[in-house]
């Protein structure tokens, strides 16, 4: 038992609680069978569920609660009726209290971050947390963060997700160094870049060992993988990430339009099926479902609210990865030699100064 | 001569120049007969090729300088060495004379709008330029602004931006009241919103005549064309469209290597290919070619500056348009009722407070 990686589930949060959360568990635990879940949540609710789900069973323990967070909670009014006792609450203090490697929640973002930080804490030298994406591109998998966690950041919060999602890159990508750009317009001179100049000063000359700066990148740079890992605050890394999942289903409706327009073009569908199938998973968002919360004393990881079975099975993949490649240990290692670059960065610049 | 539509062509900027320039304007003379063209350039390029364009010749007039902005002059070099005399600066200055109704530039962006800004002069009541640019959506078409013109916004400048995108979306769509979204994200509660939230109330309380506020919309709301307008501050919005181009090429490219993978599926690639065409225009960026600069005391279009042949013809399109359905007359006329919607906001917010 004590070689299991253990995740713990906010089996309330989401739009469709248990009738996803339990399936997904079951699924992500055939994939992984050194998995044990606590299921939080209403007994009354989970229980008949898992006697369809004997594998899930003899691997999950129940952790009561009837009180949920609801979707349309603000983070305020969530703390003050779900601390203590909510589903999402509890969840995450068994990652707190060590009975658990890692939780997963689709609950609502605002209050999961609000919990999270008020209960897990906030690492050393983190002020604000992160969420991470993994985002599909020409070349494979990169890294988005902030998308959505914080507004705004000055060059030391964009220095700081740097080393997180490098430390995310190292540890899903199995990188070295892994390539970070930071986000940025093509328009020169315009005002209110500072930050992201400041941050991509600190971060050219801290000669960082864990990660390798290219330099910034722009919103088409995303898509084709120039970097691993594509550093911005939260407000247009949010926009980035749903403007390329609008524009994904835009585009699949486009083709499917155009292969049911005519008798050719329906044959030619039927012929290209196979292939197009392959096309229809590589556009799936549920594949890159799950977001990390990054910069807390544990692995949060958050699903889409209206995920179903396998997106929601991607994102406790996603915590097993987490766990298993020792995200949390790597993220430390790179902030303390993070720090150390900085100092470097600060007496380079008081050098040419 | 009277009756036709004027348009200024700066023939030096862009990637491609006049190979470019010349047969566009050639293009578009052929859709809109009653278009007259200033090719602003070196007449030791332009006049050869014209001689191989003889509808364009006999529309156009070249005004001679062999001085051109570079693509990456900075905008406070492309004043210095550029005012008075260069391609771009004469372009806008033939605007300002009232020598043409219009300008087209594939220059690069900040010097267009540095000189534009300083060569025209801004709107009553604006203060920053805003580029606005041409969406393809699941409905038609929507108008997204700002996209790169300037960085950040308070509530005046997007309540603004809101306005003057409806009157240009009252030009190119022939509707009465637009619906505008504002650009958000969906985390509640977090800061940073203040801009944003202040001017859905002042839109929401204003009762604008020309527009129709249709509350806060996210990314993925910008394809669907949940609205006809989306307004944001310039840094979102540059990021929003750039990530979407790139996403749609991303996609493109899948599916081309899904449709080359077997034979089956070169076949009903084959046997499609008519559909997939009509898709590929579809997906086509160029399309959608041509920003329109917003807030200046004249009609500045930009073309992207790789922009091929159709492409610019799609953007000196866009400026024929603006110009036949008097764009600048309509923003005039949203900006003066907008200001009495926005006392009325003000009144309403009083009476509540």
Do not use: C
Request: proline share 3%; glycine share 10%.
């Amino acid at each position: 038992m004590t070689n299991k990686l253990r995740i713990a589930l906010d089996v309330m949060g989401g739009d469709h609680g248990a009738a996803v959360v339990l399936p997904a568990a079951e699924l992500s635990l055939a994939r992984h069978p050194d998995l044990s879940f606590q299921l939080v949540g209403d007994r009354a609710v989970i229980e008949p569920l898992l006697e369809q789900l004997p594998r899930l069973k003899t691997a999950a323990q129940v952790v009561h609660t009837d009180v949920a967070i609801r979707m349309d909670d603000k983070p305020s009014q969530a703390l003050r009726r779900g601390r203590w006792k909510s589903s999402m609450w509890l969840t995450l203090e068994a990652v707190k209290k060590g009975d658990a490697d890692a939780a997963v929640s689709a609950g609502n973002t605002g209050a999961l971050m609000a919990m999270a930080r008020f209960g897990l804490k906030m690492l050393e030298g983190i002020e604000r947390p992160a969420l991470a994406a993994l985002w599909p591109t020409l070349r494979g998998e990169s890294i988005v963060l902030d998308v959505g966690a914080s507004i705004g950041a000055d060059e030391h919060h964009l220095v700081n997700l740097a080393a997180m999602g490098s430390a995310m890159a190292r540890v899903l990508f199995d990188l070295e160094r892994p390539t970070v750009g930071l986000l940025n317009i093509g328009v020169e001179e315009v005002k209110g870049l500072e930050a992201v100049r400041e941050a991509g000063r600190i971060l050219r000359d801290g000669h960082f060992a864990h990660l390798d700066y290219h330099g910034f990148v722009e919103g088409d740079d995303i898509g084709k993988g120039t970097v691993d890992v594509v550093v911005t605050e939260g407000f247009a890394g949010n926009i980035a990430l749903k403007t390329a999942e609008g524009t994904a289903r835009q585009l699949a409706q486009y083709l499917r339009a155009a292969m049911n327009r005519t008798w050719r073009a329906r044959i030619g569908y039927l012929l290209a099926r196979k292939a197009l199938a392959t096309l229809r998973e590589k556009m799936d968002p549920r594949r890159a479902n799950g977001g990390v919360f990054l910069g807390l004393n544990g692995i949060v990881i958050k699903s889409h609210g209206a995920a179903d079975v396998e997106g929601y099975a991607a994102a406790i993949d996603m915590g097993y990865d987490m766990v298993r490649y020792d995200l949390l240990a790597k993220i430390g290692e790179s902030l303390a030699r993070d720090r150390e670059a900085k100092t470097n960065a600060r007496l380079a610049s008081g050098a040419a100064s």
